[in-house]
């Protein structure tokens, strides 16, 4: 349901409505196994290595 027009402020409209808030890009790290970047504390993705230790079995082709 709408908020009356009154009831909200200029600045609290304006606060919500501006980029300052929005995400970034997300970090990239390089993984120790295979050198690939992957998101830090995530398994990565082309070797399933995490911490050093394989948690994904990964198929050689």
């Known amino acids: 349901m709408a908020v009356p027009k009154r ?3 200029k600045a609290r409209r ?3 409505r501006s980029s300052v808030w929005k ?3 997300p970090t990239l ?4 196994q295979c ?3 992957t998101v830090p504390h ?3 993705g082309s070797c399933g290595y995490y911490n ?10």
């Open 7 to 9: 009831r909200v402020s």
């Open 14 to 16: 304006d606060k919500r």
């Open 23 to 25: 995400l970034e890009a």
């Open 29 to 32: 790290v390089r993984c120790k």
């Open 35 to 37: 050198g690939d970047y």
């Open 42 to 44: 995530k398994v990565c």
């Open 52 to 61: 050093g230790k394989q948690i994904v079995a990964k198929d050689e082709d």
